[in-house]
């Protein structure tokens, strides 16, 4: 006799009469927007919904005047019929600064498009557990510096997935993740933007498998001063395709991002911890990779809260480089100085050479990243003008080919 059997049989009965062998619905209900009123009642419906509510907005474009919230109410999902045929215009939009803002944990947007928004397309803020997956944001009118900031704009989040969207014509970044904490970022689009993929004060970041192009820059990875999160550390940029990023820098005056020169790949700027590979970074008129001090960029800024304004420990090994023909930018600052230096040909590697004089470990690392690539060091710290760094500059990269530690896995 099978007794196996029998206590399996007499298990699977028990849990059947005690209703506990499956999980049982946590009170989910699937809600529809009304496709006739849809703006008040996606609106009605964030506002009313209870805990794991599953919101479902139906196909069409749909006119929106004001900035559509959700405020506190945890596990909501936000789905549409894909990010091609929802779709939430903004054009017409009379008040909020924002598309869409969301607040509340365990919150999921999916499939659908924003377009046209006052301000960014859709902010997410100070939630934990979000999965933000084929969206699209994007306006309409093409390169403006009147366009919202940022497309898809999680600020201060933690256990952060942004998967397969995409976004487009923003005057600041497109994908963008600001003072986050374990973050995956994978298989997403970027193009036509100031800056494609922007990694700001964010800690455990993993950004891979991404399309970024035709941005002004490609990939950015900033650590910058007067921040809540002090500074980012122990991010994996690796095995995206980021090419011909040489459109124009049509940035309000003013901002971070209005120094990066049409052609530029990858920047980073005062980081920590960060491994940069198997790349391929390719058709860029300036500058391929480009690694700076805060000091560098000339901006006041404060250590009071933790800053630190230098690069440590940027490991960038196995990526695939190459450059494009054209002359360097000459429409910003840093792409007038760099095309001086250099007779307006572009460059694959350049560190602007401002390290902590206390530092003991090397501030970066290059290996196997390919043969004949053209490296600078401007040796900046000990140049007081444009024609001091041309005396200075260095291109032996030599200096810098050692190993560093990979970084771990990102696992949310």
């Not at 690539?373 to 041309?390: G, K, V, Y």
């Amino acid at each position: 006799m099978d007794y196996k059997f029998i206590y399996r049989l007499l298990g699977w009965i028990g849990c059947l009469l005690l209703f506990s062998c499956a999980p049982q619905d946590q009170g989910s209900q699937l809600l529809q927007v009304d496709a006739a009123d849809f703006e008040k009642s996606l609106q009605t419906l964030l506002i009313t919904a209870d805990s794991g509510s599953i919101i479902v907005m139906p196909e069409g474009r749909f006119g929106i005047q004001r900035s559509i919230s959700l405020d506190g109410v945890i596990g909501i999902t936000l789905k549409g019929a894909g990010k091609d045929k929802t779709i939430l215009s903004f054009k017409q939009q009379i008040q909020g600064a924002e598309g869409l803002l969301m607040k509340g944990d365990n919150l999921t947007l999916e499939g659908f498009s924003v377009e046209d928004s006052k301000g960014d397309g859709i902010k997410i803020q100070d939630a934990n557990t979000v999965v933000l997956r084929d969206l699209n944001v994007t306006w309409t009118n093409g390169a403006d510096s009147t366009n919202g900031g940022y497309g898809i704009y999680p600020v201060s989040c933690t256990d952060l997935l942004m998967e397969r969207c995409e976004a487009s014509f923003a005057s600041d970044a497109g994908l963008y993740v600001g003072q986050c904490t374990n973050v995956i970022m994978r298989e997403n689009y970027a193009h036509h933007n100031v800056a494609g993929i922007e990694i700001e004060n964010s800690r455990n970041v993993d950004c891979y498998q991404n399309l970024s192009e035709n941005n002004t820059g490609g990939i950015l990875i900033f650590n910058l001063p007067n921040l809540p999160q002090a500074f980012g550390y122990n991010v994996r940029v690796f095995d995206n395709v980021c090419r011909d990023n040489n459109f124009q820098n049509f940035s309000p005056k003013g901002g971070m991002v209005n120094i990066i020169p049409p052609g530029s790949g990858i920047t980073v700027v005062a980081h920590r911890d960060l491994e940069i590979f198997a790349n391929e970074i390719t058709g860029h008129k300036t500058l391929g990779l480009g690694i700076v001090s805060y000091l560098f960029t000339q901006r006041p800024f404060s250590t009071d809260n933790g800053f630190d304004p230098f690069y440590y420990h940027i490991n960038v090994h196995d990526n695939t480089f190459s450059r494009s023909e054209e002359l360097a930018d000459q429409t910003t600052e840093y792409g007038q100085l760099l095309s001086a230096l250099f007779g307006g040909q572009p460059q694959d590697i350049l560190l602007d050479g401002i390290l902590n004089p206390e530092q003991t470990k090397p501030a970066a690392c290059f290996a196997n990243n390919g043969e004949g690539l053209r490296f600078a060091n401007l040796n900046a710290a000990q140049a007081q003008s444009a024609q001091d760094m041309m005396k200075s500059l260095n291109n032996d990269m030599g200096l810098f080919q050692c190993d560093l530690p990979a970084l771990q896995e990102v696992n949310i």
